[in-house]
C-alpha cells in the first residue's frame, strides 16, 4: 500500500487550498493509500474545534475534517512548534492529532511515498 501524506500549511479559510488538500487525501484513502495529514504553520487553525464558517459563505473545515475516520484516515500529526506559538493545546482540536517535533516531521515526511502540499 503506497503511503501518501498531505501536509496543511495555510489558514482555513484564505482560500481553498485548505480544503482541497484534505479532500485530495480522502479521495487518495478511498484509492487504498495509506493516509496521512500533517497540519503546520498556520495550517494548525483549521484543527481548532467550534469553527462555523456560515458568515463567509463557506464550509466549515471542522465538519470536513470530523468526517476523515469514515475514510480511515486517523494519522494526523499537528507541528507542536505551531500549536505552542499560536497558544493551542490538542484539547482544542477537533479530532485528536499527534503533536510532532520539526526532527519528527522530517521522518514522517522521509516515509512516504507521495508528500501533497508546503514543504517549508
Keep these: ?3 501518501l501524506l498531505a501536509i496543511v500549511g495555510d489558514t482555513p479559510y484564505r482560500d481553498t487550498h485548505t480544503f482541497e488538500t484534505i479532500e ?3 479521495v487518495g484513502a478511498v484509492f487504498d493509500f495509506s493516509i496521512s495529514i500533517l ?3 498556520d495550517g494548525v ?4 474545534d467550534g469553527q462555523d464558517a456560515q458568515s463567509l459563505g463557506r464550509r466549515t473545515i ?6 476523515l475516520p469514515d475514510y480511515e484516515v486517523s494519522d494526523l500529526y499537528v507541528c507542536a512548534d505551531s500549536m505552542r506559538e499560536r497558544d493551542l493545546e490538542v484539547s482544542n482540536l477537533v ?10 516531521q522530517q521522518s514522517l515526511i ?10 517549508g
Design 1 to 3: 500500500m503506497k503511503k
Design 24 to 26: 485530495a487525501a480522502m
Design 39 to 41: 497540519f503546520i504553520d
Design 45 to 48: 487553525w483549521a484543527l481548532l
Design 62 to 67: 471542522g465538519k470536513v475534517i470530523s468526517a
Design 95 to 104: 479530532l485528536e492529532a499527534e503533536p510532532v517535533s520539526t526532527e519528527d
Design 110 to 119: 522521509g516515509e512516504q511515498d507521495i508528500v501533497m502540499g508546503p514543504l
